[in-house]
Every structure is written in structure tokens, then in C-alpha cells.
């Protein structure tokens, strides 16, 4: 008699977990006990709690999700990532029991949004919302289907970005989001009064996001990017334990306290298991208007300092150009504006170099054009 379905299921995952290896242990995940809870339902939705030491490698936990979506039979999978001081000390099967910390929620996976992209930076002051508005718009003109969420909770910019400001209408108790060169937006700014200050704890910061993932009719999606505040804080943990981010860019500009504060941000998303895809290096020169001579304004490299640090690669430099901002206060993304202009170039390579690192869920991705 042949094994149940599911319990040829659960030996194909612990399979696949023995070849996943941890470096610092020299043996495979499953043996050094960094599994547990591991379940499998008869959709093939695998389910386990992942523990992760401040010594492991964050990558193990992206190695282990590859691994086990890799199995025939696996729909989806969902990892719990804790530190080994959040479980009871003797672990799962009993023993002394020491104080526990709840551990974080379990980030659900959304097909219908596609590939969701978080873009982050250490600091303000880099133009992350404006890389957000643009590689969106630039994805847009290239086909896709794609939405922006504006979790700026502190400074919402993508609406006057993208150039609108209405408030969203609620049908059938979904939030509509508004739309603008082809992307699909919602952000707190069509919400609040603009000079209204948003002086909100994290429950509250962690509630706004879940209610614009879950309770905006954003339909089907090929890309979902999601502009985050600067920092390490509430948002950013509360995205990471919310949804399941398939990947991350990390804005700076050349000046090292800006890249400093860049890796602590792109550490931060390794720590919770999210991959960074690459370093974006905004206003890295200035481009004459009048002869289009190339000058360095800052200190020259530190995106590629970064990104030769994180071992992830510099997707593309923005340069400073006449007119970017003035098109921005007008919500004129550039790559829609003045497509052949510098900054747009070096705009729409890094939307295709980002494509071509999240993949799409459509077969046969569509080329960037102009």
C-alpha cells in the first residue's frame, strides 16, 4: 500500500530541507533543529516556524523557502522566523519552561498582487519616492499591471508625485484606489488633511498597512511596490509580518552617512528573510543642461561601496537633472515627461533590471519600452 498523499508530501519536504546547509554548523537546517512545526495541508500549503540566530546567515531562510516551493505537490509556503530565546527553553517536545515571546505573524502570501517590492532607504532626503513613482510608471508604460502603496505614514509624497489628491470611494466595502500613468495608487495623503501630523504608535502604523493591503480593491497585479518611510521601524516590520515581499531595493545617495544608514536598512530586511535586489544610487552626478557634461556634486561610489557590501548588484544611478523635481511637484514622473531624457534612461533600466529579478507571474515578461 502506498503511502497517503500528504505523508509523501512531508518526506519530499524533509528532502529538501536536508539539502538546505547552514555554514556556520556545518550540517543541513533539519538536523540542526532550526525546523519546527512543519506542516502541510492537503492544498499543499506548507506551513513552519523557521528559528534564526543573530549568528546564522538571514539568506538560510530564503534558501529553505526556494527549496520547498521547489517540490512538486506545494502550493505555497509560509515561514514563521523566530529567535531561539522565543521558544520555550527545551523546545516544542516540553522540558523547563522559560518566558516565551509571542512570535511575529506569519507573512500571507497574495497571488493576485504578484511580485511585491519593497523600497526602502536608511535615511530621508534620498528621493525614494521618487524612484517608487518611477520605476511604477515605468513598469506601467512597459505593460504590466502594477500598484503603488504609499507607506510614507509620516510623509506621504506619492500622491503629489503621481498627481492626484481625491479621496478614494469605498464600494462594497473596498477602498477603490486611484489611478495615474497607468498604476494603481493608495496612500494616507488621499485619506488625511495634508497638514494634518501623523503622531500614531505602531499598532496604529501596523493597522493602516494591513488595511491597505487587504481592503483596497487592487485586483490583479503583475508588480505591487510599496514605498516605506525611511528607518527601521513600525513599517517596515509591520510589511514584512503582513505580506510576503518577494524582494527589496535600497535607495541611498554617494555620501557615506547615507549608505551607512542604507545598510542598516537592507540588514534589517535580511534579518526578517526578505531579499535585497539591488542598490539604487539617486542624484549620483549632475548633467549640464546646456552641454550635457557629467559633474560629481558628492562623493563618488558609495552606492557601489553598498552594494559591493550587501554582494548585491548596482541596479542603476539617478543623476541630479534640471527639471526632475519641478516635474515631481507637478506629478509628471519623469519616464512619462521627458522619457529620453537622462535621468529617465537610468530610470527605466533599473525598472527592467528589477523586473528581470522578481520575475513576473505572467509567462513571457514584457520588455521595457520607450
Not at 523546545?91 to 498582487?113: I, K
Not at 541630479?320 to 523635481?325: P, R, V
Not at 512619462?336 to 509567462?363: K, N
Amino acid at each position: 500500500m502506498s503511502p497517503p498523499p500528504t505523508t509523501a508530501l512531508r518526506d519530499r519536504l524533509s528532502a529538501a530541507l536536508a539539502a538546505v546547509q547552514n555554514p556556520r554548523l556545518g550540517t543541513d537546517v533539519a538536523a540542526a533543529g532550526m525546523v519546527q512545526d512543519l506542516t502541510v495541508d492537503d492544498q499543499g500549503l506548507v506551513t513552519l516556524t523557521f528559528q534564526l540566530t543573530k549568528q546564522d546567515p538571514a539568506t538560510l531562510v530564503r534558501d529553505a523557502r526556494r527549496a520547498l516551493q521547489a517540490v512538486p505537490g506545494v502550493t505555497g509556503v509560509k515561514i514563521n522566523v523566530v529567535e531561539p530565546s522565543t521558544v520555550p527553553v527545551g523546545g516544542p517536545r516540553g522540558g523547563a519552561a522559560g518566558p516565551a515571546v509571542p512570535p511575529p505573524s506569519v507573512p500571507e502570501e497574495l497571488p493576485s498582487l504578484g511580485r511585491v517590492l519593497a523600497i526602502s532607504s536608511g535615511k530621508g532626503g534620498v528621493g525614494k519616492s521618487t524612484i517608487s513613482a518611477n520605476v511604477a510608471a515605468a513598469l506601467a508604460r512597459a505593460g504590466h499591471r502594477v500598484g503603488l502603496m504609499d507607506a510614507d505614514i509620516y510623509g506621504p509624497n506619492v500622491p503629489r508625485m503621481m498627481g492626484v489628491g481625491r479621496k478614494p470611494e469605498v464600494v462594497g466595502g473596498k477602498i477603490q484606489p486611484l489611478d495615474a500613468h497607468g498604476v494603481k495608487l493608495m496612500s494616507l495623503g488621499f485619506i488625511v488633511e495634508r497638514e494634518a501630523p501623523a503622531i500614531w504608535r505602531g499598532p496604529i502604523i501596523m493597522k493602516i498597512i494591513q488595511q491597505f493591503i487587504r481592503d483596497v480593491a487592487w485586483g490583479e497585479l503583475d508588480y505591487f511596490l510599496v514605498d516605506l518611510p525611511p528607518g527601521t521601524g513600525d513599517a517596515q516590520l509591520s510589511l514584512a509580518q503582513t505580506i510576503l515581499i518577494h524582494g527589496a531595493l535600497i535607495v541611498t545617495t554617494p555620501q557615506e552617512m547615507a549608505t551607512g544608514d542604507s545598510l542598516r536598512g537592507a540588514k534589517m530586511f535580511e534579518r526578517v528573510g526578505v531579499r535585497v535586489l539591488g542598490v539604487v544610487e539617486n542624484m549620483s552626478y549632475y548633467v549640464c543642461p546646456h552641454c550635457g557634461e557629467r559633474t560629481e556634486l558628492f562623493r563618488s561610489g558609495g552606492g557601489q561601496r553598498l552594494a559591493d557590501e550587501l554582494g548585491v548588484p548596482l541596479l542603476g544611478q539617478v543623476p541630479l537633472q534640471a527639471g526632475l523635481a519641478d516635474l515631481a511637484d507637478t506629478g509628471q514622473p519623469i519616464v512619462v515627461a521627458a522619457p529620453d531624457s537622462t535621468a529617465a534612461q537610468a530610470l527605466d533600466v533599473i525598472a527592467r533590471r528589477t523586473a528581470d529579478l522578481l520575475g513576473t507571474r505572467r509567462p513571457g515578461p514584457l520588455p521595457i519600452t520607450r
